[in-house]
């Protein structure tokens, strides 16, 4: 599955825009069919996830964050939270129905005021879109796993997750004021708590029903193999970061093997990402060697 992210900013113009974003995406009799005709992958679980969805990190300054954490340089300012409404509005109008989103990405509220403006006009109904968002670090904890699930569910006014991620194999000390906790001494305040007993916290949420589907974010090889052994339930997904010039074959395959799916963010190489060499093309599209190999795969 590819996710479309809202840093590359031509398609955020083309979002706000009321044409159509993914030629032949929209079926010529109209949105209400096109959960017949999105194509969609089976998980390993039964259940059924859109092929395109939309991400939406960068609706804040979030990925400066990571640029103060040292970790790269702020390339451009992300789009204004208070933009998300109309954006995802436009989006499902003009087909989209998967929305991945994160408790970190600091949108989940705007995100949620969309989706029961569309689903009050009749334009969709709840079990028509999927919506997927992610734990964050400071939520890693087991005992506090149920409470950043909630949190998100709320933020969105929803019920349940079509799929909750663990953002990623890390856990932070949980503090409220801040995303990012660190110690007195500056550096990242990491808590004591194993990815492997987040995922079993993980696994509880899916047989509570708060999340159809579960699955894992950012993961290396050795730690996907940690979770399948020592978890009860295998990860129907796995989204990494993949394109010409992060492959990952050897992760993707092993993933593969194991009927783990994997959605692919920045697709298009994230021209914005923080941990671009500054020599980088702005996108896969620019950079002719990269867009023919896209041709080819």
Known sequence: ??????????????????????????????????????????MNNGCKMPKIGLGTWGATDDFAEIESLGLGEKREKGIEPNEMVEITKKAIDCGYRHFDTAFMFGNEKQIGEAIQQKIKDNTVTRDELFISSKLWHTYAHPDKVILGCKKSLKNLG???????????????????????????????????????????????????????????????????????????????????????????????????????????YAPLGSPNRPWAFKDTPKALLSDRKASEHISTT
């Open 158 to 264: 929803l019920d349940y997750f079509d799929l909750y991620l663990i953002h990623s194999p890390l856990a932070a000390q949980a503090n409220a004021d801040t995303l990012f906790p660190k110690t007195k001494y500056g550096r990242p305040a990491y808590a004591n708590a194993h990815y492997v007993c987040t995922w079993e916290a993980m696994e509880d949420l899916q047989k509570e029903g708060l999340c159809g589907s579960i699955g894992i974010s950012n993961f290396n090889l050795k730690q996907v193999e940690h979770i399948l052994e020592y978890g009860t339930i295998v990860p129907q997904i796995h989204q990494i970061e993949h394109h010409p010039y992060l492959t990952q074959r050897p992760l993707i395959d092993f993933c593969k093997a194991h009927n783990i799916a994997i959605t692919a």
């Open 1 to 42: 599955m590819h996710k479309i992210n809202l840093l590359a900013k031509n398609i955020v113009k083309s979002l706000s825009n009321s044409g159509i974003v993914y030629p032949g995406l929209i079926p010529r009799w109209g949105v209400r069919s096109i959960s017949r005709e999105i194509p969609h992958i089976t």
